[in-house]
Every structure is written in structure tokens, then in C-alpha cells.
């Protein structure tokens, strides 16, 4: 059986806890959702939580409810899957691109503050493979007439000293996915959870086609029925079935982040002494890396890296490479005509990057497997 970079844990109380709701009168978004809603919200130490169908849906949600459009910009970094840039261009914002810190992978304020333009309204900090990125210095080099939305994407379960990522301390929202190969699943998921109360209204809102019912928000009062259409929204929602495969996957996040911070410990003895890897920034003392991705850095470069992922591959360990500089996507360079040498950095990160298996799932046989595999090819 192929090793792959990442996989869902499913255990038989997940799929009892979704029986359970397939069994109920709700499929789609009913009190499920609303109970994943707020163990998510208390998981992150967050006020308000709001459901999505995925974190893509979350992320446009995000920039809508940051008040984006044409004529703003959105910064995030360059290492990151596209959705972290999308988001912006969804609302007719334009993606610019922070480099990222050699040190960490992830951006730093120096790199967002270099990125900025007398046209940025938001930031878009991403905690890169679960590592925390430094919002609140971030937060401190932005000011506070810029949105900040942590892409959380990998980092359900990471901490730093001051509480859970989606604590939302420096940032007016915090989004997360549940794609199968992220920490807890919902099959395709996503959550915002924000401390704003007037935020979370326009996320709500959003997911449901724009349209309200509170009678206190309706511009008429036609009868029992009525409800209004105020913005542009699309159908977002979570379903039942989803909420309740993520409400129990979440009841396991300890022992999820613990298994994969014992998996990176582990790498690091295994290929500690391979000279030409550099491995996975750790996280900080004080603060907790989720390890969404346990990524290498060959130091060989693209050929180096190139030989080392094949040869996996053709050994049935299924490597994979994240992220390509999004600015490199032929998409953005010919909607916005970025080129190559934008953010130096982030080119010779993306030259060596590999991401190694690493899911709780994968056991220590599998994981030396890999890393013999590994010291060979590297
Ligand atoms: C950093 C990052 N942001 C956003 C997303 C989008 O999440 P989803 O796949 O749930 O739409 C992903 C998913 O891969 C991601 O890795």
C-alpha cells in the first residue's frame, strides 16, 4: 500500500456520530452544525464560530465580511495554496504577495510591512504547515486600519503563548479547513471564528445567499415568512452530516497535534544527521506547531529535490511538494503579471520544499520506512 503525505483518521465513533445524523430530521445545516459551531468556538477560546462548507467558501467569506473590493489589495504570503490569494480576487481585490522569513517558512512583519501599498486593506497571514506565523507583530507592523485574517488552514490545535490559534487576539478572523489530509476532517469543511460580533452577522449571512429573517434586521414586515436579501451571498453551508463527523473529530484534536508533534520528533532523530536536509522549523518555546506538513528543504535544489521525490514515489511513498510561489500560477501572471523573482525567498524554498508523510495514522515502522527511504535518495 502507498505511504501518502496525509490522511484522515476515522474511527468508529465517527461514523456513528454521522449514522447518528442521518438518522435525525436535519441533513443539511441544522443543530449539528450549531454544535460544531460552538465546541469549535471553545476549542479556540473564540467568541463566535461560523461554519462553511469549506475553508475556500470561509476564505471568501472572509474577504466579503473584511469589506474587500476593486480597488483594494490583499497581501498574503507567497507559500501558500492558492485559496489564501483567491479570496481576494473572488471579491474583485487584487493578491499581492509577502516573501516569506527563510528562518520559519511563514511571513514575518518585516516581509508584510516591505509587501505593503498605499492600496492594502487586508492581510492575510497563513500559520504554514501549523507553525504559529507572528500576528501580533504583524498586527503591530499593519496598524489597525488593516483587516488581518489568519489562513489557519494547517494549524487547528497549534498555540502560542497568549491561547489557541483562532483566539483571534490580532485579527478580526481566523479560518480554517477540514480537507481529509488536515487535522480533523469534515469530508470538505470550513470555519471563521472572529470576536466580532457584526462580523459574524455578515459571515452568517453570507453563507446563506445574502438573505435575513431577524425581524429587528428587515426593512419590511410582511408576515412569518419574510425575509430579505441585503448582500451578494452564495449557498456556503455546512451540512449536518459534516458537522457531526467534525464535532467528533474535534473531541480528538490532543491527541491528533500530540501524534503528529511525536512524528516530527521523530524525523528530526531520524534525518537529523543528513547534511544536505533542513528540516522543518520547530516552533518556539511558549508556542505549539500543529504539523498540519512535516516539510524538508533539500539543499540540493530543484534537480536534488526532483531525484528525491520520484525516487519516493517509485518506492511508494507519495512525498509532495507545497507550496509553488502562488504568484508563479500562470493564472496570476497573466491576470496581474507577476514574474519570476517577485519574493526570492519563498523561489528557493519552493526549489527544495518536500512535504513527508506525517498523519497519526502512519506508524513507527512506516515512518522509518520513509526516512531510510529518504537518507538514500537525499
Ligand atoms: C493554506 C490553505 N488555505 C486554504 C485552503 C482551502 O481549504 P479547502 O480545501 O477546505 O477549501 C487550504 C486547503 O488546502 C490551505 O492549505
Known sequence: MPIPYGRQSIEDDDIAAVVAALRSDWLTQGPAVAAFEQAFAAAC??????????????????????????????????????????????????????DIDPSTWNVSAETVARALTPGTRCVVPVHFAGLPAPVRAIRAAVGDDIVIVEDAAHAIGAHTPEGPVGACHHAEMAVF?????????????????????????????????GMRKDPARLERHEG??????????????????????????????????????????????????????ELAPAALSGYRHAYHLFV???????????????GLHARGILAQVHYQPVYRHPWYARSYGYAPGLCPNAESYYEGCLSLPCFPALSSEQQEEVAAAVLALA
Not at 448582500?231 to 455546512?238: D, H, P, V
Request: net charge positive; hydrophobic share 35%; with cysteine.
Open 45 to 98: 477560546e473564540a467568541p463566535h464560530a461560523i461554519a462553511f462548507s469549506s475553508g475556500t467558501a470561509a476564505l471568501h467569506a472572509a474577504a466579503h465580511a473584511a469589506g474587500l473590493g476593486p480597488g483594494d489589495e490583499l497581501t498574503t504570503s507567497a507559500i501558500t495554496f492558492a485559496a489564501s490569494a483567491n479570496c481576494g480576487a473572488y471579491v474583485g481585490a487584487k493578491p499581492t504577495f509577502a
Open 177 to 209: 479547513s477540514f480537507h481529509p489530509v488536515k487535522t480533523i476532517t469534515s469530508g470538505e469543511g470550513g470555519m471563521v471564528t472572529t470576536r466580532d460580533p457584526h462580523i459574524a452577522e455578515r459571515l452568517r449571512e453570507f453563507r446563506t445567499h
Open 296 to 310: 524538508v528543504r533539500h539543499r540540493g535544489g530543484a534537480a536534488a529535490r526532483r531525484r528525491l521525490y520520484d
Open 224 to 277: 412569518g415568512w419574510h425575509h430579505e436579501q441585503h448582500e451578494l451571498g452564495f449557498n456556503y453551508r455546512l451540512t449536518d452530516l459534516q458537522s457531526a463527523l467534525g464535532r467528533s473529530q474535534l473531541a480528538k484534536l490532543e491527541r491528533f497535534v500530540t501524534r503528529r508533534n511525536e512524528l516530527a520528533d521523530r524525523y528530526r532523530e531520524l534525518l537529523g544527521g543528513e547534511q544536505q536536509l
